[in-house]
């Protein structure tokens, strides 16, 4: 057993050796008695500002914790903490063929724990290896050349691959550490096991995501780039192989399918195939871009300190009169926006940034909650689909048909008198009246939250904020409805797990998810049962 205190502050000019002092202070012993100390979480305090503190959860342990713990039974920030023990890693009955769809968070860690256990795995990717990709990404923002089948949304790593890397979720699961532990093994910053909002970074995903693959290799998964699932094979009920562009093959006991929430030709598929989907809601609306030194100034009175992150956000208001929520999402400090597009004639931005979080702008998402009711779901699943299709080809044809972003100033959006439209977007923004790639109910939104943003944060609103659009694809606008035991409901032995499924929302929640259906087809793969 060992002990876990949380809430101590730092200055922003103390060293964190003066922890084991704070610690020993607060539970009135010798610090020599105190033994193991390790840090578990840091954060940022900045309610008081310009008084800004770091706040420290530490474990450690002590020769007489029992009585320690007694001594101090009223201070809630001191608790005992125990290991929680994870599954063990078993081998299966008899041999067990998964066929994994999508190398994005859910089918990697889905493939790394089905290949620990000893099944055999062939892993698909629709794209390239991510050295490859970055080049055609690079090339498409420098020169306009989309490539619709490797982009920002389709390669290895899936979407996230060109993000912030965030590592936050809303999920709790024990597997948490072992998410995060894999990322720095396979060369994420170790900083990530220990920040209160982790993240990787675009850069230091890449050289993760290489060093993952060569894990699976060696592992003895077979990976496939290239391959784009375009159909399965059932046999009494049960699906038995899964069908390439190719024409190929490729037989298989069970079928993870993670395709990631752009994958709206393998939706296509499913429906024509009879596999159960439901629509889901889903958000749209714009980027929006500020100075960093000026988010910082809001957050932390400074504009900028060596033992301070670049500040982020989070801004959220229900209109009490549509009853919708407006909020911003994926907030990327010091980053940069990005033209995410994978298709001909429509654009999509996104936000992306760097490890270190250093670039001169900061942006997030400000989007509006998007119901089922809004795009006429009653009778087709793939409704919303069509509904974030219009309005990408809005922003298409709004930029000039030239994959610019169109753009608008923030105050000009207001009705108020406008300032330069300034963005990190490439290939290039162009200057548009937002209004005309939005829905209505969209803009109308935005221009009723923006004032209660602003009184939130003072100085959010400016006119040296640019709003760039459009961001539709928040995440998959339907489900692939599954049972408990991790199966579709109309198709035994195919397993959605992840984003594209309907099931998570960002790397961590769906490499959790990507885990967790590993865990159920293994639990089947054990026993030696298909059902």
């Known amino acids: 057993m060992s002990l876990r205190l949380r809430e101590i502050a730092l ?25 193991g100390l390790r840090i578990v ?49 078993r081998s ?14 859910a089918g990697l860690f889905a493939a790394l724990r089905l290949a620990r256990h000893g099944v055999a795995v062939c892993l698909l990717e629709r794209g390239k290896p991510v050295e490859a990709r970055i080049f055609d990404v690079e090339r498409f923002w420098s020169d306009g050349l989309l490539d619709p089948g490797s982009n920002v949304q389709f390669g290895e790593g899936g979407a996230g691959t060109f993000s912030d890397g965030k590592l936050t979720t809303r999920v709790s699961s024990p597997w948490m550490r072992l998410v995060l532990q894999t990322l720095v093994d396979f060369g994420a910053p170790e900083e990530i096991l220990t920040q209160a909002k982790p993240h990787v970074g675009s850069d230091r995903l890449r050289a993760v995501l290489i060093n ?51 994958a ?73 926006v990005i033209n ?16 270190r979080r250093d670039g001169p702008f900061s942006n997030s998402a400000l989007v509006v909650s998007v119901r089922p009711d809004d795009f006429d779901a009653a009778d087709d699943a793939l409704a919303g689909v069509r509904f974030q299709r219009r309005w990408e080809q809005a922003a298409f044809a709004a930029g000039g048909g030239t994959y610019r972003a169109p753009a608008q100033n923030l105050m000009g959006f207001l009705g108020r008198k406008s300032g330069a439209v300034l ?30 943003f602003d009184r939130k944060m003072r100085g959010f609103v400016t006119a040296e904020a640019t709003l760039v659009g459009v961001e539709t694809r928040t995440s998959a606008p339907l489900r692939i409805v599954r ?29 959790l998810d990507g885990l967790k259906t590993a865990e159920q087809i293994i639990s089947i793969a054990a026993n030696g049962s298909s059902t």
């Open 264 to 336: 709206r030709d393998t939706y296509r598929m499913l429906q024509a195939a009879g596999v159960r989907l439901e629509p889901k809601p889903f958000a749209v609306g714009v980027r929006v871009e500020h100075p960093a030194e000026l988010i910082n100034r809001i957050q932390y009175a400074l504009p900028s300190h060596p033992k301070l992150p670049a500040a982020d956000y989070a801004l959220a208001w229900n209109d009490p009169e549509t009853r919708r929520g407006v909020y911003s999402f994926c907030m990327c400090p010091g980053g940069e």
């Open 423 to 452: 963005s990190s977007c490439r290939p290039q923004v162009c200057a548009a009246d937002l209004e005309q790639v939005l829905p209505e109910f969209v803009s109308q939104g935005l221009r009723r939250a923006l004032p209660h």
């Open 92 to 105: 299966v009955a008899r041999p067990h063929r998964v066929l994994v769809v999508g190398m994005g968070p």
């Open 11 to 35: 200055g922003l000019d103390e060293d964190e050796s003066a922890l084991r002092f704070k610690v020993a202070e607060t539970l009135g012993l010798a610090a020599a008695r105190i033994d």
């Open 212 to 262: 993952f693959r060569k894990a699976l290799q060696a592992l003895g998964v077979d990976i496939r780039f290239n391959a784009c699932l375009t159909g399965f094979e059932c046999h009494q009920g049960r699906v038995v192989a899964g069908t390439l562009a190719d024409g190929s093959r490729l037989a298989c006991d069970s079928l993870v399918l993670a395709p990631g929430h752009s």
């Open 340 to 355: 995410a597009a994978s298709e001909p004639g429509a654009l999509v931005v996104n936000g992306m940034s760097l490890c």
């Open 41 to 89: 979480r840091r954060g940022i305090d900045a309610r008081k500002k310009p008084r800004v503190l770091r706040i420290y959860t530490v474990e450690f342990t002590l020769p007489d914790e029992a009585a320690v713990l007694r001594r101090h039974a009223g201070l809630a920030r001191l608790e005992a903490v125990a290991e929680v023990p994870l599954p063990e890693l």
């Open 483 to 511: 049972d408990d035991a991790g199966q579709s409901v109309s198709h035994a032995g195919l397993y959605p797990a992840g984003e594209g499924a309907g099931y998570a929302g960002g790397i961590m929640s769906a490499a």
